[in-house]
T-cell receptor
Framework: KNEVEQSPQNLTAQEGEFITINCSYS?????LHWLQQHPGGGIVSLFM???GKKKHGRLIATINIQEKHSSLHITASHPRDSAVYIC????????????FGKGTKLSVKP | KAGVTQTPRYLIKTRGQQVTLSCSPI?????VSWYQQTPGQGLQFLFE???????NKGNFPGRFSGRQFSNSRSEMNVSTLELGDSALYLC?????????????FGPGTRLTVT
C-alpha cells in the first residue's frame, strides 16, 4: 500500500465546476504539500500546510491531521487549471523526506 | 529573485556511461533536494543536501550520488547508466529543511538512456 494515496487519478470537468482532489496518508508528517505540474514538467508549489485551511485565489487546501486526510478544492474551474496535482508529505520518520502521491490529472473543458 | 535553474535541460546518454546534472538554488536557500520522476514510479526522493552535508538519501542504488558546494549549488551524478535511469530529474531548493518548508522546483533535466 502506498503511503500517500490520491483520488481520483483522472478528473475531467466543465469550466466553472467546483473540483475536489483528495489525499490520504499513513505516516506521521511534518507538513503536507500540494504541487501543480504542467505539461513539460515544471512543478509549482501551491500550498504547504500542517493544520487547518489555506486559501489562495480560487484554490483552497484543507488538512485533518487526526484523519490523515487533505483536500484541494478549485472553485470556478478554468481550462488553465488543467494540470497534474500532486500531494506530498514530509515524513517525520525519515527526517522530513517528501513522499509523493501518484498525482491527479485534471482536464477542464471550455 | 532568480528561480531554481538546472543544467542541462535535456541529455541523451548510452548505457554504461555516467552523467552529471547541476542545480543552482534560489539565492539564500541552503537546502537542495533531488527527485526522480518516471511514468511508472512517479516522483521519488533521491537525496537532500543542507549546508554541504547530505542529510538524507532515498532508496536508490549507490550509482546515484551527489554533492553540494559552499555556494549551495548542487550536482548529482549517476554512474554506469541503465535504461531504467531514463527519467525527469528535478531539484528543489528551500530556505530550511526540505519537508518542513516550501519547496521551489527547477524545470528539470530530462535524461534519456539508450
Amino acid at each position: 500500500k502506498n503511503e500517500v494515496e490520491q483520488s481520483p487519478q483522472n478528473l475531467t470537468a466543465q469550466e466553472g465546476e467546483f473540483i475536489t482532489i483528495n489525499c490520504s496518508y499513513s505516516v506521521g508528517i511534518s507538513a503536507l504539500h500540494w504541487l501543480q505540474q504542467h505539461p513539460g514538467g515544471g512543478i509549482v508549489s501551491l500550498f504547504m500546510l500542517s493544520s487547518g485551511k489555506k486559501k489562495h485565489g480560487r484554490l483552497i487546501a484543507t488538512i485533518n491531521i487526526q484523519e490523515k486526510h487533505s483536500s484541494l478544492h478549485i472553485t470556478a474551474s478554468h481550462p488553465r487549471d488543467s494540470a497534474v496535482y500532486i500531494c506530498a508529505v514530509g515524513d517525520r520518520g525519515s527526517q522530513g523526506n517528501l513522499i509523493f502521491g501518484k498525482g491527479t490529472k485534471l482536464s477542464v473543458k471550455p | 529573485k532568480a528561480g531554481v535553474t538546472q543544467t542541462p535541460r535535456y541529455l541523451i546518454k548510452t548505457r554504461g556511461q555516467q552523467v552529471t546534472l547541476s542545480c543552482s538554488p534560489i539565492s539564500g536557500h541552503r537546502s537542495v533536494s533531488w527527485y526522480q520522476q518516471t511514468p511508472g514510479q512517479g516522483l521519488q526522493f533521491l537525496f537532500e543536501y543542507f549546508s554541504e552535508t547530505q542529510r538524507n538519501k532515498g532508496n536508490f542504488p549507490g550509482r546515484f550520488s551527489g554533492r553540494q558546494f559552499s555556494n549551495s549549488r548542487s550536482e548529482m551524478n549517476v554512474s554506469t547508466l541503465e535504461l531504467g535511469d531514463s527519467a525527469l530529474y528535478l531539484c528543489a531548493s528551500s530556505l530550511g529543511l526540505a519537508g518542513d518548508g516550501e519547496q521551489y522546483f527547477g524545470p528539470g533535466t530530462r535524461l534519456t538512456v539508450t
